[in-house]
C-alpha cells in the first residue's frame, strides 16, 4: 500500500482558473523560448502545451473552449515581454567603452582628442551592437512575431499586438538615445541646435538602422562583417569601419556638435 500524498493514486493539487491560466502561458512562453518562434503558431501543440503544464484538461478548456482563443492570449503575452534587442545596454558595450576610455583617456585633453575619441567610441560599439544583435535568439523571436503580427487578422488581437510591439519598439529607441545622450554629455557634446534633432530621435534613426542591416544580412550575411575604409567624422586618421558605424556616425555628424558651455 502506498501512505499518503505518495504512489499513483496520488491526487493531483486542484489549481484554481487564475493557476490555470498562467502555468499554460508560462509553459507555452518556455517552448517558443526553447523552439523559437515560426510566424505562427502552429508548430505548437495545444496537447502539448497542457501536458507539459501539469494542468487539467477540463480546467483549460473552461479557460479557452477553443485553442485559437488560447494562441490569441499566447500571441499578446509574447507581445507584452517582446524586446528587439539588449544591445543598447548590454555589458558587453559598457565594457568596451570603459575599455577605449581608459586606453585613450589622455585625448580628452583638447577638442581635436576629444573628437577623436568620440569617433572611435562610435566605431567600435556599432560594430560590437551589431553583432549582438544579429546572433540574438530574442530578436529571432522578435522578428517572427512582427510577421505574425502581420498576417493577423484586424480585430480585438492585432490590435493589442500592435500596442504591444509599438511600446516596445519605444523601449528599445530610448535606451539606446539614453546610451548616446550619456556618452554625448559626458565628452563634451549637445544636439546642434540648429539640427532639428533630439538625443529621442537620434534613438529612433539608431533602431531603424539596427533593424534594418540586419534584416537585410539575413539574406545577406556578409554585411555584418564588410568594413569600409573612410573617416566619416573627420577624425585625425582614417579606420575601417562596419556598416552599422558609417551609419552611426553620419547620425553623430548631422546632430551632435562639442557643447561651447562644456568643462
Known amino acids: 500500500m502506498y501512505s499518503s500524498g505518495e504512489g499513483p493514486g496520488r491526487r493531483r493539487p486542484r489549481l484554481s482558473d487564475q493557476e490555470t491560466e498562467r502555468r499554460m502561458l508560462d509553459t507555452a ?29 477540463a480546467a483549460v478548456y473552461r479557460r479557452w473552449p477553443y485553442k485559437d482563443l488560447f494562441f490569441a492570449d499566447l500571441l499578446r503575452e509574447l507581445a507584452a515581454g517582446a524586446a528587439p534587442a539588449a544591445a ?44 549582438t544583435v544579429s546572433g540574438s535568439p530574442e530578436w529571432r523571436t522578435y522578428l517572427a512575431l512582427q510577421a505574425t503580427f502581420l498576417s493577423l487578422p484586424e480585430g480585438d488581437v492585432r490590435a493589442d499586438v500592435q500596442a504591444a510591439l509599438a511600446r516596445s519598439e519605444r523601449r528599445f529607441a530610448d535606451r539606446i538615445a539614453r546610451g548616446w545622450e550619456t556618452v554625448a554629455t559626458a565628452l563634451g557634446y549637445r544636439v546642434r541646435p540648429d539640427s532639428g534633432g533630439s538625443f529621442a530621435l537620434i534613438g529612433t534613426l539608431a533602431a ?8 537585410m544580412a539575413a539574406a545577406d550575411p556578409e554585411l555584418l562583417t564588410r568594413r569600409v575604409p573612410g573617416n566619416p567624422t573627420g577624425a585625425s586618421a582614417a579606420a575601417d569601419w ?11 555628424v ?10
Do not use: C, K, W
Open 29 to 57: 512562453l518556455a517552448m517558443v523560448n526553447r523552439d523559437g518562434l515560426t510566424v505562427g503558431l502552429d508548430h505548437l501543440g495545444f496537447e502539448d502545451v497542457i501536458r507539459d503544464a501539469g494542468v487539467a484538461r
Open 254 to 263: 548631422t546632430y551632435l556638435e562639442p557643447d561651447p558651455d562644456a568643462e
Open 242 to 252: 562596419s556598416l552599422l558605424g558609417m551609419a552611426a556616425a553620419g547620425i553623430a
Open 88 to 131: 543598447a545596454d548590454g555589458e558587453a558595450t559598457r565594457r568596451l567603452v570603459a575599455a577605449v576610455l581608459a586606453e585613450r583617456a589622455a585625448e580628452l585633453a583638447s577638442p581635436q582628442g576629444r573628437h577623436d575619441l568620440v569617433t572611435e567610441l562610435l566605431r567600435v560599439t556599432a560594430a560590437g551592437d551589431l553583432e
Open 208 to 215: 531603424a538602422t539596427i533593424r534594418g542591416l540586419v534584416i
